[in-house]
Nanobody
Framework: QVLLVESGGGLVQPGGSLKLSCAAS????????LGWFRQAPGNVRETVAT???????NYADSVKGRFAISIDNTKPTVYLQMNGLKPEDTAVYYC???????????WGQGTQVTVSS
């Protein structure tokens, strides 16, 4: 079983920044891919950013240049730095990990991000 625990969500004004954290119960080397997804009310869950075990990153077009995903292998924790936040970034953000051993995808419980003035 893999546990992923997100933190760092909250209320921020447009143009502001937040940094989400996801603490994993296993080392990042145990995963093929780590990432962040989000789901706004009435919308489907969408990919925000992913990072592979080799450090390759991928971002949704809507967040390129504003968000950055990174890993601290010593903790182990994956981060999502969000700058220039917009009201349309409002959603529940989920951390996800694809296990190297069995290919299963694990999800965190989600953290709410609200961008509003």
């Amino acid at each position: 079983q893999v546990l992923l625990v997100e933190s760092g969500g909250g209320l921020v004004q447009p143009g502001g920044s937040l940094k989400l954290s996801c603490a994993a119960s296993r080392s990042p080397g145990s995963f093929l891919t780590l990432g962040w997804f989000r789901q706004a009310p009435g919308n489907v869950r969408e990919t925000v950013a992913t990072i592979t075990s080799t450090g390759s990153t991928n971002y949704a077009d809507s967040v390129k240049g504003r968000f950055a995903i990174s890993i601290d292998n010593t903790k182990p924790t994956v981060y999502l730095q969000m700058n220039g936040l917009k009201p349309e970034d409002t959603a529940v953000y989920y951390c996800t990990a694809v296990a190297r051993l069995n290919g299963m995808t694990y999800w965190g419980q989600g953290t709410q991000v609200t961008v509003s003035s």
